[in-house]
């Protein structure tokens, strides 16, 4: 007898959605099948879709922000959240290590905040220009069970930058196949940094910025035959640029990950009067780069959130000054409903 069984749902497996039954034991799917087996518990799962749960692979919980403001959620808020909206198991980022050391450190700092999460967690790894060699790191990341190391080429104020050095040896050590080169890529040469209206965001931070970025990324991972994984993608002339120059090595060595908020959501919300809700990095772009990001879905492998919620009352106190503004919006509830359509 199964402890419990999910009766008549269409159940996803295999791409599509059949009409079958799910037996489970413990936290485990013991059996799906069509027929009717008894269980110590049942749900009547007819007219509904049955799926796994879900992963958000891209999470920020508990995250000093800009203006010293502290993410509004925790382990415990954050998995509640999660749990609602049908996301099982989130990754969040270990703090940016420049040594072995600090890796160890974050991971062990990490471990005891993650006490509280009523869901399935991971970590991904975080680095910034490195001290030790991008070889020690790797293995580092890899021996804690961390194998995804996010770099960020943008951010030098902040102090979590890495030059293109660090990114390029980051690459190259991946090509190995035990690590994954996780990167938020924005030419920070090309960004706006002294317009600090929050309003002038997408202005501040242009298209450019990111495909001038991943293209140097894409150039890299070619020639190293590394393994390279770029987040937030928000431009659909990005992924066309991928297409056109980079087809050979797109989805095999370069994977791409995108969030809800750039296929809800275009720049036109920076003209309202509630746009700091909105003042998240990378930015929200224009409705054509939203529709040629729709169009270009099947290029992406990973839809992720991004989820770094801040209350609405940090937000609004820095007055529209991106010195003061903490960046980010919560996400994980909505990732399934907002994007299973």
């Not at 269409?10 to 059949?18: A, C, L, P, R």
Request: hydrophobic residues 35%; contains cysteine.
């Amino acid at each position: 007898m199964f402890d419990h069984r999910i009766l008549g749902g269409q159940v996803y497996q295999e791409g599509e959605f059949t009409k079958t039954n799910v037996y489970i034991n413990g936290e485990k799917i013991a059996l799906i099948s069509p027929e009717e087996l008894p269980a110590k518990q049942s749900t009547d799962a007819n007219g509904l879709l049955v799926a796994p749960g879900m992963i958000d692979s891209h999470v920020h919980i508990s995250l000093t922000g800009t203006g010293g403001n502290l993410s509004c959620d925790d382990y415990r808020s954050g998995s509640i959240a999660a749990a609602y909206g049908g996301v099982t198991t989130f990754i969040d980022f270990l703090g940016e290590a420049s040594t072995v050391k600090e890796m160890q450190d974050f991971a062990r700092a990490k471990s005891e905040i993650a006490q509280e999460a009523l869901i399935d967690y991971a970590w991904h790894a975080s680095a910034k220009d490195l001290k030790d060699s991008a070889a020690d790191m790797a293995d580092q990341a890899v021996a804690q069970g961390t194998p995804s190391i996010k770099l960020y080429t943008t951010y030098k104020p902040s102090g979590i930058y890495s030059s293109p050095e660090t990114v390029e040896a980051m690459i190259k050590r991946s090509a190995q196949g035990d690590v994954r080169i996780i990167i938020h890529a924005e030419d920070d040469e090309l960004i706006n940094h002294e317009n600090k209206d929050a309003r002038s965001l997408p202005l501040n931070r242009p298209p450019e910025c990111e495909i001038e970025e991943v293209r140097k990324i894409a150039e890299w991972t070619r020639q190293h035959q590394g393994n390279s994984y770029i987040v937030h993608v928000n431009c659909g002339e990005t992924i066309e640029m991928l297409k056109r120059e980079y087809g050979d090595i797109l989805q095999k060595n370069i994977y791409l990950e995108s969030a809800p908020q750039y296929f809800v959501f275009d720049e036109s919300v920076y003209d309202s009067d509630d746009f700091y809700r909105y003042t998240i990095t990378p930015p929200l772009r224009s409705l054509e780069q939203r529709e040629s990001l729709r169009e270009n879905w099947r290029e992406i492998s990973v839809f992720a959130t991004d989820h770094c919620p801040f209350t609405l009352e940090a937000k609004k106190s820095a007055q529209g000054n991106l010195a003061l503004m903490p960046m980010g919006m919560g996400g994980m509830e909505y990732l399934f409903p907002l994007m299973h359509s």
